[in-house]
């Protein structure tokens, strides 16, 4: 039997204080793909919005990214699939309902309402960047209607990029886990207990 002093912390003791195991689940794609967005729309939602040259050229990038994670969706890393996060009509409501009832499952990749703000967000920053491109060609040039889209849109866009980020962070309170850091660095911590890791195609 192995000699312990009074004062000698248990195996049980030592186990408590390591840090929880981490696992990958963001690649380096889909953060630089979220990470060039968001940094694109406060630019050109903010400081660009007038300057209309570069406004335009980070209109182009911003909506380069949008394709490139578009095809990142199909032939990317496992969380980066839209096969691993994009709910039904069924899973969403019934983790809403979850939501609401503070029981929520805590979700390795997207869970259902985050994925669902995602591929709306992608959707208007589309629409954002189409217009924008529509607008400096002759033949839509002065068309009031692509205007009031392009604006419509990026105000949306601002709406729903603020309610993300406010999630983002009521999320991260609620199940102990910095959701920024980890779009960052690319880690979360290991699923345990009810987590949900796995595709819902799979169920």
Same mark, same amino acid.
């Given at each position: 039997?192995?000699?312990?002093?009074? /004062?000698?912390? !248990?195996?049980?003791?030592?186990?408590?204080?390591?840090?929880?195991?981490?696992?990958?689940?963001?690649?380096?794609?889909?953060?630089?793909?979220? $990470?060039?967005?968001?940094?694109?729309?406060?630019?050109?939602?903010?400081?660009?919005?007038?300057?209309?040259?570069?406004?335009?050229?980070?209109?182009?990038?911003?909506?380069?990214?949008?394709?490139?994670?578009?095809?990142?969706?199909?032939?990317?890393?496992?969380? =980066?699939?839209? *096969? @691993?996060? +994009?709910?039904?009509?069924?899973?969403?409501? /019934?983790?809403? =309902?979850?939501?609401?009832?503070?029981?929520?499952?805590?979700?390795? !990749?997207?869970?259902?309402? /985050? +994925?669902?703000?995602?591929?709306?967000?992608?959707?208007?920053?589309?629409?954002? !960047?189409?217009?924008?491109?529509?607008?400096?060609? @002759?033949?839509? $040039?002065?068309?009031?209607?692509?205007?009031?889209?392009?604006?419509? =849109?990026?105000?949306?866009?601002?709406?729903? *990029? /603020?309610?993300?980020?406010?999630?983002?962070?009521?999320?991260?309170?609620?199940?102990?886990?910095?959701?920024? +850091?980890?779009?960052?660095?690319?880690?979360?911590? =290991?699923?345990?207990?009810?987590?949900?890791?796995?595709?819902? +195609?799979?169920?």
């Amino acid at each position: 039997m192995p000699f312990t002093s009074p /004062g000698d912390p !248990g195996p049980a003791a030592l186990t408590r204080q390591l840090p929880p195991p981490r696992v990958k689940v963001w690649d380096p794609v889909v953060r630089l793909f979220h $990470w060039t967005v968001a940094l694109g729309c406060i630019a050109n939602l903010t400081v660009l919005r007038e300057v209309k040259p570069v406004h335009r050229y980070v209109g182009y990038v911003v909506l380069a990214a949008v394709a490139i994670r578009l095809v990142w969706g199909f032939v990317g890393s496992r969380h =980066a699939r839209f *096969a @691993d996060f +994009a709910p039904g009509p069924g899973r969403l409501l /019934g983790y809403l =309902a979850a939501l609401v009832r503070g029981r929520e499952p805590r979700y390795l !990749g997207h869970n259902p309402a /985050g +994925a669902v703000m995602m591929l709306a967000l992608m959707a208007l920053v589309s629409v954002c !960047g189409v217009t924008g491109w529509m607008m400096g060609l @002759d033949a839509f $040039w002065g068309e009031r209607w692509l205007e009031t889209l392009h604006e419509t =849109a990026a105000n949306v866009i601002l709406v729903m *990029a /603020g309610a993300h980020v406010l999630a983002a962070l009521v999320e991260s309170w609620r199940h102990r886990e910095n959701l920024v +850091a980890a779009m960052v660095t690319g880690f979360k911590r =290991a699923p345990q207990g009810s987590d949900v890791s796995h595709a819902p +195609a799979a169920d």
